[in-house]
């Protein structure tokens, strides 16, 4: 039958001695038993890997999972990539505890094409076959394998392997490999390094292809690496991806400590995780719910970690035989994207408790208000396109996020992302040199908490002209970087009563104005600054003539502050203040000496006014700051003069 096969990978599954690399070895005539102490004992202890030829030439990836309970991070860590399982149950022990476990995790991780193959089928009778078959149908009743085929085979005398390869043909014909996200990534199942070649790294391929000379980012850790040659089965090419298991020679990893677990991945993915939102089955052989902070061991692509589970449902447990939404707080960052599977097993590692998808790769610490924070993360379960999306940036504590990153919190292709944000459900804000998108809801809940947080600035501080725009963005329920927070205050700024003057923010209807025993103090800071003409207080001393003690110098310089902004006196320098009358008779003093002389010192201005020189040189240096005069050595000329 010819093939038209994408690239896939075949594993197997099945509990220890039940004849999974006897069964790889009959269909390839490969031996995927590595290790010294595998041939030594007769057992698999870590992944084994080879290919099956399919007639039309092509080949799809093996990996050889071990069976042993011992071993079963092991089996994980191949298991995250599987197209097609070959789950073996021996003829003469039938469905044994691993059977089951090696099943549970199939099926949490979603394998949806598989072939059950009674192994030792030369040990049995008919009558044993079909009682195998029955524990088989027992076994699979309720998982996403329920229905695959049961083929009887030997590995010993050849019984029953041609079939076998005729299922694998039929189940991969015209199998299309996982979708391309347009990012790849690789969790590693093995690191080494070869005399004269270096770094080899192998794992089953995700996301996207990767080819030779790529500059490719190590995560968790952020080193950065590159493709020196690749190999498909044993094979050089030029480029790999998808569904293949894939060999990596890299340069510069020589200072990394590359390990299983680890993740190449395009450079552009920088998403590391410690918290994450997910939806959790649990699985029968948990025997007991899931409760809100129970310890688990988390399993993920090639990674394994402590975790803690919040339990994000009312009931505050999840029970066996059914599903619910968590919050994973891992010991360890992972690489964690949408849709990612997912297994967890007991703390002591003794049993698989469940598993399930990640929905939300970048969980918030605050979920309140709970319910609505479970309806966003089942809009992403459910949901595809724009809900999805709008659910998904709905949960970000960033305001906004540029289209590259939302694919890859998705794990989706960049442009399908790019047309959904095109939906009137988003708005595209300037973030610097990249554009960001936000939700209309977020926009909303932002505008009001802004527009809140100034009315009761005005309320508590009348006084004052209007807030810090820092203060502003610290009160903000979401996070905004501070070098985009001013595009998004000018477009506040737009749509609302919002008005910014330079750094400080207040609504259209507030106007500073003294009033009650704040406007009788006014009053008398202008009888005494008008009083000392061009001799006036400073900031203690005004506070001593106005008998106001010590701790209210605030309330003082916030007088003065509203005083200057309705134009009756004027900032001179530091803590210094004038009448406004009379700085204008300082400054017309001034413009009439300079109209009929080029320049002037600061000795001559004092006798010009009769003040100290203290005051003198302060309001030549005002004057200098705001334009009237310029400094030439030590004398002042008109700035219209220069020249």
């Known amino acids: 039958m010819a093939s038209s096969v994408a690239h896939a990978i075949i594993g197997t599954a099945g509990h220890i001695d039940h004849g999974k690399t006897a069964l790889v070895r009959a269909l390839t005539g ?15 202890i870590d992944l084994g890997f080879a290919y099956f030829t399919l007639p039309d030439g092509m080949r799809a990836g093996i990996v050889d999972v071990p069976g042993h309970e011992r071993f079963i991070r092991n089996m994980l860590a191949g298991a995250h990539g599987i197209d097609l399982v070959l789950f073996t149950v021996a003829a003469d022990d039938g469905v044994m505890p ?65 079939q076998l390869k005729a299922e694998i043909s039929r189940q991969l014909d015209g199998f299309e490999s996982r979708r391309a996200t347009g990012l790849f990534r690789l969790p590693l199942d093995r690191a080494f390094v070869i005399k004269g070649h270096g770094t080899v790294v192998t794992g ?3 996301g996207a292809s990767v080819k030779l000379g790529q500059k490719l980012r190590v995560l968790p850790g952020g080193g950065e690496v590159r493709v020196r040659a690749i190999q498909v089965h044993s094979e050089p090419v030029e480029s790999a991806g998808l569904c293949q298991r894939v060999a990596l020679n890299l340069s510069g990893a020589e200072r990394i400590e590359l390990k299983r677990g680890d993740v190449l991945a395009d450079e552009r993915l920088e998403i590391v995780t410690s918290r994450l939102d997910a939806w959790l089955e649990v699985r029968p052989a948990a025997k007991h719910a899931i409760r809100n902070n129970q310890r688990l061991r988390f399993y993920i692509g090639t990674s394994e970690t402590m975790a803690r589970a919040i339990v994000i449902e009312s009931a505050g447990q999840i029970p066996v035989k059914s599903g619910g939404l968590v919050q994973l707080v891992l010991n360890d960052p992972v690489v964690a994207l949408t849709g990612d599977k997912f297994v967890v097993r007991d703390e002591t590692s003794r049993r698989t408790l469940g598993g399930g998808r990640v929905l939300n790769p970048l969980g918030r610490r605050s979920r309140k208000p709970v319910e609505l924070y479970r309806e966003r993360l089942l809009a992403i379960r459910d949901r595809s396109g724009p809900l999805a999306i709008e659910a998904l940036l709905n949960l970000q504590d960033s305001f906004a996020v540029t289209r590259l990153h939302t694919a890859l919190m998705l794990n989706a292709p960049v442009a399908e992302v790019e047309e959904a944000l095109r939906d009137t459900r988003f708005i595209k804000l300037s973030l610097g040199d990249e554009e960001g998108f936000t939700t209309r809801t977020k926009w909303e809940e932002l505008k009001k908490s802004a527009l809140g947080a100034i009315a009761a600035h005005h309320q508590a501080e009348p006084l004052s002209p209007g807030m810090e725009m820092e203060a502003m963005r610290a009160q903000l329920p979401y996070e905004i970087a501070a070098r985009n927070f001013r595009a998004v205050i000018d477009r506040l700024g737009r749509e609302s009563d919002l008005v910014r003057e330079d750094n400080l923010l207040r609504l259209k209807s507030h106007r500073v104005k ?92 004092r006798d010009l006014l009769g003040a100290s020189r203290k005051f003198a040189i302060a309001l030549l240096d005002f004057f200098d700051h705001t334009g009237v005069t310029t400094r030439v050595g030590d004398a002042r000329r008109l700035r219209s003069h220069q020249g």
């Open 514 to 605: 003294l009033g009650g025993d704040d406007s009788r103090v006014g009053a008398r800071i202008e009888q005494v600054l008008a009083a000392a003409g061009f001799h006036p207080p400073e900031l203690k001393q005004l506070a001593e003539e106005l008998k106001l003690p010590a701790s209210e110098t605030g309330r003082l310089r916030t007088l003065l502050a509203a005083l200057e902004r309705e134009g009756k006196v004027v900032k001179i320098a530091t803590d210094l203040y004038f009448d406004r009358p009379r700085l204008e008779d300082a400054r017309a003093r001034l413009l009439k000496y300079l109209n009929g002389n080029p320049e002037i010192t600061a000795a001559g201005y």
């Open 204 to 206: 089953t391929a995700m």
């Open 98 to 162: 691993q059977s089951e476990e090696h099943l549970d995790i199939l099926h949490l991780l979603g394998a949806g094409r598989g072939i059950f193959v009674i192994t030792k089928s030369d040990l049995a009778d008919a009558r044993r076959l079909d009682e195998v078959r029955e524990e088989i149908g027992l076994l699979t009743d309720g998982t996403a394998l329920a229905d695959a085929p049961v083929i009887p085979v030997s590995s010993l005398t050849g019984a029953g392997i041609d």
């Open 30 to 44: 490969q031996e995927t038993d590595r290790l010294k102490e595998e041939k030594e004992r007769g057992i698999s």
